[in-house]
C-alpha cells in the first residue's frame, strides 16, 4: 500500500472510487465547542465500514467522512466549552459517528469514556460501539428481565459477544446461533447456554426444544430476511423480536403480519449511528455508569473479545477477514505508521 509523500498532518484510511482502501495524509479534524481531540492508538471494524466503502451506508450530514465509529487513544486537546474535567494525556475510549481510521479524531466529550485500569487501549477500542450497541438493545429496547430467554444470531460477531455477556450479567439466558462449530464453541465458553449452527439445523426447532415450546422472550436480530420465519416461530407469545441489522436481506414474502398477530409480537427496530446526541450521551452515561466498572478487575464477568489485530497498512486485509465472515469478535486496527 502506497502511502503518499505529502506534507499534511495525520496519516488516514481513505476510499477510492472502486471502494479500496488506502493511507493518505489528509488534514487533522478541526475541534469544534465540547469536543475532545483523541490521538488514536487503536480502532476497531464494525459491519457498517464494509456498507459505507461501496457507498451504501453514509454519515450524517457534517460528520466525518472517514471510516471508524469506535476509538482508543490518549486526549491530545480540550476544546472550547468542554465541561468535564478530562486532563490532557488520558486515555479514553469513543463512540464515533465517523473518523476513527485516523491518526486524530474530534469527539463531543459526552461520547468519551475512561479506560477501565486494567485493560489496554487494544482491547478499549473493542468495546464502544459493540458494546454500546448490545447495551441498547437490552437495556433501551428490549428491557430484559431476569430469567428471560434471549436469542442472539451471529452469536460469535462483535455485537453477539458482547450480548452473550450482557444477558448472563442481567441474570437472563442466552441462547445463540451462529454458522460454525468453532464460533459455537466459542460462545458456549462465553455464557451462552445453547449454540445452533443455523447451516445445519432448524434453529426454531431448537429454540422451542430447549425452552419447551414456549418460545425465545427476546430476539436480537442483524439477519432479517432470510429467517424471518424461523424467527417468528421462535418468538415466545408476547415477545420481543428486535431487528437491528439485515445480513440476510431486507425483503419478506409471506404471511409476516398474521403470523406476528397471532403471537402477539413486538418488532422493534433500531439503529444507533442515526441517534441524536443526547441519545447517544444518555446510553454512554448509562452504559459508563452500570457496566464499564465491571471491566476494571481482572476476574472481572466482562471481556471484550478480539479476533485479531492489524497494522494500518494491512487494513485491506482486515476487512477482507470480516467479509469472509472469519471473526469471533472484534478486529483492531493499529493507528499509525508500523
Ligand atoms: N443497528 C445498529 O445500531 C447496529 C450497530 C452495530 C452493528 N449492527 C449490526 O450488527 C450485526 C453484527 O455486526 P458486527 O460488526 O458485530 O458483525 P461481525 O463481527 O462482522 O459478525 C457478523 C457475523 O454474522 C454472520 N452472518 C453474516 N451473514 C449472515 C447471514 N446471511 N445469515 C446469518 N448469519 C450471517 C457471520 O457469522 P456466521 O459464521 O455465524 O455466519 C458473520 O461473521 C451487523 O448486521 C451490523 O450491521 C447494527
Not at 487513544?73 to 464515533?96: F, H, Q, T
Not at 441498547?136 to 460469535?156: C, D, R, S, W
Not at 448472563?168 to 445453547?194: C, H, M, N
Request: glycine share 10%.
Amino acid at each position: 500500500m502506497q502511502v503518499p509523500e505529502e506534507d499534511t498532518p495525520m496519516l488516514a484510511v481513505c476510499i477510492d472510487e472502486t471502494g479500496a482502501l488506502f493511507l493518505k495524509h489528509v488534514p487533522r479534524p478541526e475541534l469544534r465547542d465540547a469536543q475532545l481531540l483523541i490521538k488514536v492508538t487503536a480502532t476497531a471494524l464494525n459491519r457498517a465500514d464494509l456498507l459505507q466503502k461501496r457507498g451504501l451506508y453514509q454519515p450524517a450530514h457534517g460528520e466525518s467522512q472517514i471510516l471508524g465509529l469506535e476509538a482508543s487513544g490518549v486526549i491530545d486537546a480540550i476544546g472550547p466549552g468542554v465541561k468535564g474535567n478530562w486532563k490532557l494525556g488520558s486515555e479514553v475510549m469513543a463512540l464515533l459517528s465517523g473518523g476513527g481510521y485516523a491518526e486524530y479524531v474530534a469527539v463531543p466529550e459526552e461520547l468519551v469514556m475512561p479506560v477501565p485500569s486494567h485493560l489496554t487501549l487494544y482491547q478499549a477500542a473493542a468495546i464502544p460501539e459493540t458494546w454500546l450497541t448490545a447495551y441498547q438493545l437490552l437495556h433501551f429496547i428490549a428491557k430484559v428481565k431476569p430469567n428471560e430467554t434471549v436469542l442472539i444470531h451471529a452469536g460469535a460477531s462483535g455485537v453477539g459477544t458482547a450480548a452473550i455477556q450482557l444477558v448472563r450479567l442481567g441474570r437472563a439466558v442466552p441462547i445463540v446461533t451462529a454458522g460454525s462449530p468453532e464460533k459455537l464453541q466459542f460462545t458456549e465458553q462465553l455464557g451462552a447456554a445453547l449454540g445452533i449452527n443455523y447451516k445445519e439445523d432448524n434453529f426454531s426447532e431448537k429454540v422451542l426444544q430447549f425452552t419447551e415450546g414456549r418460545g425465545a422472550d427476546i430476539i436480537l436480530d442483524c439477519i432479517g430476511g432470510s429467517s424471518w420465519e424461523k424467527n417468528v416461530s421462535s418468538l415466545a407469545l408476547d415477545g420481543r423480536w428486535v431487528l437491528y441489522g439485515a445480513l440476510g436481506g431486507k425483503t419478506v414474502d409471506g404471511d409476516l403480519l398474521g403470523k406476528l398477530l397471532r403471537k402477539r409480537g413486538h418488532l422493534l427496530c433500531t439503529l444507533l449511528r442515526s441517534r441524536s446526541l443526547q441519545y447517544k450521551a444518555e446510553l454512554v452515561r448509562s452504559f459508563t455508569e452500570q457496566v464499564l466498572p465491571l471491566f476494571k478487575s481482572t476476574d472481572s464477568p466482562l471481556c471484550p473479545v478480539i479476533d485479531s489485530t492489524f497494522n494500518m497498512e494491512d487494513i485491506e486485509k482486515a476487512h477482507r477477514h470480516m467479509e469472509e465472515n472469519q471473526n469471533i469478535g472484534k478486529i483492531i486496527i493499529k493507528i499509525g505508521s508500523s
